[in-house]
């Protein structure tokens, strides 16, 4: 059955016209869907009995079941959501002095492959649809009775792998009679495919673009990422310069810090040569080492030093916090597969 919840605003117009309704009948619908949160087409009270029959014979409503939620000593809480077709997906809110920011996953699995990854190795399922990634936003709102406030694509999967959907996921949190998440206070995170940053910046979509670089010379970066192969440094450095053109916007580079890898004041060198001019900001983590993975934290020591070389030679650094550890919700821990097997 359909999703109800996969339509913006204008495709469920349409979807309203083929069914024989006025548009503003979609309008009531999309608000008691995202304003109210109703989880049932019958609480829909302004609608008519015939139609709300009408919607439940050939819509789904899509509310996942929380199959876990896990709370962490510092306030964040990771959810574990049956998507109801067996598969199970992550969702991580985190607190900050400025809001609530919810960390949602674009993919079940995903494919990319990159080395200090936890979402790694676990086989790539599908997509997730535009509406089960509103779920998310609307799951854990009704739930926390609670605003999110952000909204980063940073959980499992690889959002440009699922451009589509991705978009026009932002579009319904975006609308006004409904969730009302300006584009501004959404990020995207890439390993880096290179056609989808150029088709971003031509959308000219406000939301924050973050580039997972983590390495600064091909060799290093190819051994982290595969997807460096496909798309080297050169391609997604030109493909970024064009997207700040395009849009004015700054973009947000992650660096997750490795031990002996890619930690030393060479790599600070080489990653101020690569931004130097560029509208952009870095976003230093200290890596999450995985299950029988090669790199490991840096220590303290060097993840200052570092930072303060990119800061003293021009280009804005910051260090991420960690949070969630203790309940495997820090970035790169999220793993379905772990999680299953501990239910
Ligand atoms: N696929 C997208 C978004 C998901 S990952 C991307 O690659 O950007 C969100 C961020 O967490 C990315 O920057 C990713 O590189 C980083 N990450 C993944 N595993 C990590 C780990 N073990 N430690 C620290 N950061 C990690």
Known sequence: MKNIKDYNLEELKKEFQELGEKPYRAEQVFMWLYREKVKDFDEMTNISKELRQKLQDNYSMCNFKIAKKLVSKDGTKKYLFDVLDGNMIETVLM?????????????????????FCASTGIPFV???TSGEIVEQILAVEQEENTKISNVVFMGIGE?????????NAIGILNNPKGLNIGARHISISTSGIVPKIYELADKKIQCTLSISLHATNDKKRSEMMPVNNAYPIEELMKACNYYIEKTNKRISFEYALAKDNNDNLEDAKELVKLLHGMLAHVNLIPINKIENGKFVKSTDKNIIRFRDYLNDHGIVATIRRELGSDIEAACGQLRRKTIEEKR
Do not use: A, W
């Open 159 to 167: 959002p440009f792998d699922n451009f589509d959907n991705v978009i």
């Open 95 to 115: 607190e900050y002095h400025h809001g609530k920011t919810l960390c949602v996953s674009s993919q079940i699995g995903c494919k990319m492959g990159c080395k």
């Open 126 to 128: 599908r997509n997730l």
